[in-house]
């Protein structure tokens, strides 16, 4: 049986022309040896075409013309196939192989925080995710489960035994949108077939109870410090801290600032009653903020002769912490002033807690019932949004408001206007 003639047929030719202002002599187009473009002639399916060989050179040309036929070779276009899917086989192997230390590490990467403050919260995000992994015995990021998570996700806690797992009820659904935008990203990479978080619901952030101290809780706290302080061992650094909590208090009624950046407070932020200072979570600038003058002086008295004398820094000792974990050592010292408190709910009556943020609600409701707009009492708190101020401050703008119309109503009366309120 006579062999069927090829329905294909690809061969190469030479496009004779002018190269640098020189025309080539030669008119064969299966001539090789000039340097003049090459091109391929293609006959197939009973239509002609002509491709650009993009080269000069026959053999390069010759090589794409083989390229080009093996494309179509039934056997030859198989075996391409078998070869590309192999090749990525062994691609996504190798992806799904990459330790989950290696990918929190290029997943941090991968982000740009718009300030410290988030990227510090990123890496503490990646450090419980690689803590976690290690102590489950999770090596590759492609052995992460939805199971695994939610059985890790179920042990989160304030007093869980696992520090990686010691998460507050606030900073929980913000810790698990951490770990969705790293699976997502995993996901994405090739390391992950599909997102182990995709089931997840979301966790409702825990409602921050915003309660100030009165003057009389304020007097109550100062009194604690002493027997507090003095109750810890000699050998507790805490024991020598009187001076540095009363600073800390003051700093915080009188000031508004957030615990870290009273911590983080430089000598040089502070000239006479006035600070400055750059915050950590919004890097929001506080330029020439007046304190009152005995603030000040305590700050002034965390002098040379202090046992915990920071040279640089009222708080911190640059030498010996790492002031990513400044805020919890300090929550800590506070917490155990808990004995030695007894706070009780002025309306309720009911026992209440302390902790250091109820000293910057101090500072900005005493404002507003002096009488202080809310948008300038968000810019003072240096929140990004006025919304945020409304919704922890919100309880004591009414009374605020009545504040102004008793004010507004005893004018009237002074007039000499019957108002019957």
């Known amino acids: 049986m006579a062999n069927e003639p090829s ?46 060989a ?46 989950v230390t290696i990918a929190t590490d290029r997943w941090l990467r991968s982000l740009k925080a718009k300030t410290e403050a988030t990227s510090i919260v990123q890496k503490r995000a990646a450090w419980r995710i690689c803590a976690w992994a290690k102590d489950v015995k999770i090596i590759n990021v492609h052995e992460i489960t939805p199971a695994a998570l939610d059985e890790w996700r179920g042990m989160w806690g304030e007093e869980a035994e696992k520090e990686y797992s010691r998460i507050g009820p606030t900073s929980q659904s913000t810790f698990q949108g951490r770990l969705r935008q790293f699976c997502r990203w995993a996901v994405a990479m090739g390391h992950l077939r599909s997102d182990p978080t995709a089931s997840f619901k979301g966790i409702p952030k825990g409602k921050e109870v915003t309660q100030p101290l009165t003057a009389t809780q304020f007097l109550q706290l100062f009194d604690a410090i002493k027997p507090f302080t003095a109750s810890q061992p000699a050998e507790v650094e805490v024991k020598d801290f009187a001076k ?48 009152p003058d ?55 009556g009911e026992p209440m807690g302390f902790h250091s943020h109820m000293l910057r609600d101090t500072y900005a409701v005493e404002l507003l019932l002096a009488g202080v707009a809310l948008e300038d009492v968000s810019k003072l708190l240096t929140h990004t949004s006025i919304k945020t101020t409304e919704k922890h401050y919100a309880p004591w703008v009414k009374p605020r408001l009545q504040q102004l119309e008793d004010k507004s109503v005893a004018a009237l009366r002074a007039m000499g206007v019957v108002v019957t309120a």
């Open 54 to 99: 993009k080269t000069r050179s026959w053999e390069e040309a010759e090589k794409f013309a083989q390229h080009e036929r093996d494309r179509r070779d039934p056997i030859k276009k198989r075996l391409l196939e078998i070869e590309e899917q192999e090749a990525q086989k062994v691609e996504l192997q190798s992806s799904q192989n990459i330790t």
């Open 294 to 348: 005995y603030v000040a002086e305590a700050l002034v008295a965390l002098s040379p002769d202090r046992p915990t004398f920071r040279p640089g820094h009222f708080f911190w000792n640059i030498g010996r912490k790492n002031w990513t974990s400044l805020t919890t050592k300090w929550t800590q010292i506070i917490k155990g002033m808990a004995p030695f408190l007894n706070f009780k709910h002025p309306e309720t």
């Open 7 to 52: 329905t294909t047929t690809i061969t190469v030719f030479t496009r004779h022309g002018t190269n640098k202002g020189v025309k080539c002599p030669k008119t064969d187009p299966q001539w090789k040896r000039c340097n003049c473009r090459k091109s391929l002639y293609i006959y197939e399916g009973g239509k002609t075409t002509f491709v650009s």
């Open 244 to 291: 540095e909590l009363k600073a800390l208090f003051l700093l915080q009624r009188w000031a508004g600032l957030r615990i870290l950046d009273c911590l983080m407070l430089p000598r040089t932020g502070l000239v006479g009653n006035r600070l400055s200072l750059i915050t950590k979570k919004t890097g929001a600038k506080i330029e020439n903020r007046i304190i």
